[in-house]
């Protein structure tokens, strides 16, 4: 069955989802990692396949960039194919000196400005949190790959590029120091809100690509190509992952 989106059919998707916003990186990570790789969708060139990786079934599709998008692809995914785990990996800015440039963010919660979960649901919290059976497992990942994480709140932002402003301490500055965010990207608080309300469960990892305290970034090849450390932390993560 086929949803407006989503042209796959029933036992298409694998049960553990990674998602990153940008359907070339869904693409070349079936392509780079998984072993078989199918594509089951492309609306929209939303690109989602579904391989194997060292032996269990996984599937990585794109999510698009903001909330309405990932909470239309993931709310699809959880409640017509079965779905049960959706990991965001993706790209996001520092907003600190302790995350630099490539390294590797667990989300512990999403603060939001947006208005998604309370139109969704009624449900007024301003920060989403994730599932804590997949946040132990992408732990136990990362540290048989070897990859440190840092660990904290990250801010789910409904824009992307904002009005200059004099006013000191800037919002990015406040939101580090009110809220507990390590770093600015677009989704997870969607996602965490989707999952919480369907009885499901999602995760986030983010690669440091740009910083607000400092002047690095990074190109767009580099953002689809070099997240391996992250990626391979996500593909790991059913071996983890209590059944
Ligand atoms: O790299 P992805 O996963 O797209 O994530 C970040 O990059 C996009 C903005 O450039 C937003 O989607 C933001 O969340
Ligand atoms: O949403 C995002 C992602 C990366 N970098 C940013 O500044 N914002």
């Known amino acids: 069955m086929s949803t407006p989106h989503n042209r796959a059919e029933n036992g298409d998707f694998a049960k553990t989802v990674l998602m990153p916003g940008d359907p070339l990186r869904a693409k070349f990570i079936a392509e780079t990692f998984l072993e078989d790789p199918r594509l089951v969708t ?39 194919y079965g779905v049960e785990n959706i990991i965001r990996i993706g790209s996001a800015g520092s907003y600190t000196d302790k995350a630099k440039l490539f390294d590797v963010v667990l989300a512990t919660g999403a603060y939001s400005e947006s208005n998604y979960a309370v139109t969704q649901s009624g449900d007024t919290d301003d920060i989403q949190t994730p599932s804590a059976a997949l946040n132990d497992a992408l732990r136990a990942s990362a540290k048989a790959a070897g990859i440190p994480l840092i660990e904290g709140n990250i801010h789910s932002s409904d824009v992307f ?52 305290v400092s002047p690095e970034i990074t190109t767009a090849e580099q953002r689809q190509t070099s997240f391996t450390a992250m990626m391979k932390v996500a593909l790991g993560v059913d071996a983890f992952l209590e059944k």
């Not at 060292?54 to 239309?72: F, K, L, Y």
């Not at 009110?178 to 995760?203: D, I, P, W």
């Open 161 to 212: 590029y904002r009005q200059p402003s004099d006013a000191k301490p800037t919002y990015w500055e406040k939101l580090r120091d009110e809220k507990g965010c390590l770093a600015v990207e677009m989704e997870s608080f969607a996602l965490f809100h989707n999952a919480r309300v369907l009885g499901k469960r999602a995760a986030c990892l983010l690669t440091i690509s740009d910083s607000f």
């Open 42 to 80: 492309d609306v929209r060139g939303m690109y989602g396949y579904t391989g194997t990786y060292q032996g269990r079934p996984i599937s990585v599709m794109g999510s698009g960039m903001g909330m309405p998008s990932i909470g239309i692809y993931s709310y699809e995914l959880y409640t017509q």
